[in-house]
């Protein structure tokens, strides 16, 4: 599975967007996008995936440019409780999931 | 819903000693992944289960085995075990496909080693 880069750390205010995101520069065309987050000490959270087109979801939206190897996860209003540490993962099939260094969002009052 | 159940939630051993995590999948759902998370780490892939059968392996030691039982729950076997291995432990369950593959994640066990 393509290696995937992220920055370390974001912050967002409250109410606003927060845009993460991620380098995929070496995804193969079988390789989708995949987005969970991780709330301090839960399980992983599921939050969208895609391959080419760009997906919206109750979450989040996922932008995946046109060669993809670059994607954006836009959560459009942030609150408190999406402080949380956000992974991309380029991954095919069921396999299973590699959580790179991924990106600590911090949700500002 | 149902969610993915771990048991215990913690577990306190001593160094050397054997310990027995549990994971009860939702059902239908016919792959069971097992993670570790180590103390300002992020999770590891450890050990995979599709129908019963081991379908990839990460980086589990030696003194760790796993099976998954005809009813779809899995066990994560830990042997003399070290003070490294105090994390927190994470099972995961789907239905995977090629083309969706969401992982749900139970709320993890906390092994202590002392």
């Known amino acids: 599975d393509a290696k995937t880069t992220q920055p370390t750390s974001m912050d967002c205010a409250e109410g606003r967007a927060a845009n993460l995101p991620c380098n995929h520069s070496t995804i193969s065309g079988n390789e989708y996008v995949y987005w969970y987050r991780q709330i301090h000490s839960q399980g992983p959270q599921y939050i969208i995936h895609g391959l080419k087109n760009n997906e919206t979801n109750e979450m989040a939206s996922l932008i995946i440019t046109e060669d993809r190897k670059s994607s954006t996860l836009i959560l459009p209003h942030a609150t408190l409780r999406d402080t949380a540490v956000y992974y991309c993962?380029?991954?095919?099939?069921?396999?299973?999931?590699?959580f790179g260094t991924g990106t600590r969002l911090t949700v500002i009052p | 819903a149902a969610g993915v159940i771990q048991s215990p939630r913690h577990l306190i051993k001593e160094k050397r000693e054997t310990a027995t995590l549990k994971c009860y999948p939702i059902?239908?759902?016919?792959?069971v992944y097992w993670y570790q998370q180590g103390p300002g780490q992020d999770p590891q892939f450890l050990i995979s289960f599709y129908e019963k059968m081991q379908s990839d392996k990460g980086s589990i030691p030696d003194r760790f085995s796993a099976q998954q039982f005809s009813d779809y729950h899995s066990e994560l076997n830990m042997s003399s075990l070290e003070l490294g291995d105090s994390a927190l432990y994470f099972c995961?369950?789907?239905?995977?496909?090629?083309?969706?593959?969401?992982?749900?994640f139970g709320p993890g066990t906390r092994l202590t080693v002392l």
């Open positions: 059902p239908r759902h016919d792959t």
């Open positions: 995961a369950s789907s239905t995977g496909t090629f083309a969706y593959n969401e992982q749900f």
């Open positions: 993962i380029a991954l095919t099939g069921a396999n299973n999931l590699f």
